[in-house]
């Protein structure tokens, strides 16, 4: 039942930080792994991070880890993906999902938003 919309993207330059916003309506069921994934043009989604709703264990990708950081703000029903030392490399379509599995796998996760476009230029 939980709808998802993402937002905060846009272009930001190389070494820049940009944070994107998940916000969530209907509950996040506290056992939730909450995820951020990301697709580039002709390429596959690949995992970014995720998280457990209401723990901090997370999970980075090898190519975000350092450098991104998935957070989560129970009160306000939304989840956080800030990005540090954005490289041209992370320009994708990024997308915040939810499940009930503390996984990497795109299948595991129920629940999606619509996306938002990151750019970094080269």
């Known amino acids: 039942q939980v709808q998802l919309r993402e937002s905060g993207g846009g272009l930001v330059q190389a070494g820049g930080s940009l944070r994107l916003s998940c916000s969530a309506s209907?509950?996040?069921?506290?056992?939730?792994?909450v995820g951020w994934f990301r697709q580039a043009p002709g390429k596959e989604r690949e995992f970014v991070a995720l998280?457990?709703?209401?723990?901090?264990?997370?999970d980075y990708g090898d190519s975000v880890k350092g450098r991104f950081t998935i957070a989560t703000d129970s009160a306000e029903n939304t989840f956080y993906l800030q990005m540090n030392n954005l490289r041209p490399e992370d320009t994708a379509v990024y997308y915040c999902?939810?499940?009930?599995?503390?996984?990497?796998?795109?299948?595991?996760?129920?629940?999606w938003g619509q996306g938002t476009q990151v750019t970094v230029p080269s």
């Open positions: 209907g509950r996040i069921y506290s056992s939730a792994v």
């Open positions: 998280r457990r709703w209401k723990s901090p264990s997370s």
């Open positions: 999902a939810t499940g009930s599995t503390y996984s990497r796998i795109e299948s595991d996760y129920k629940n």
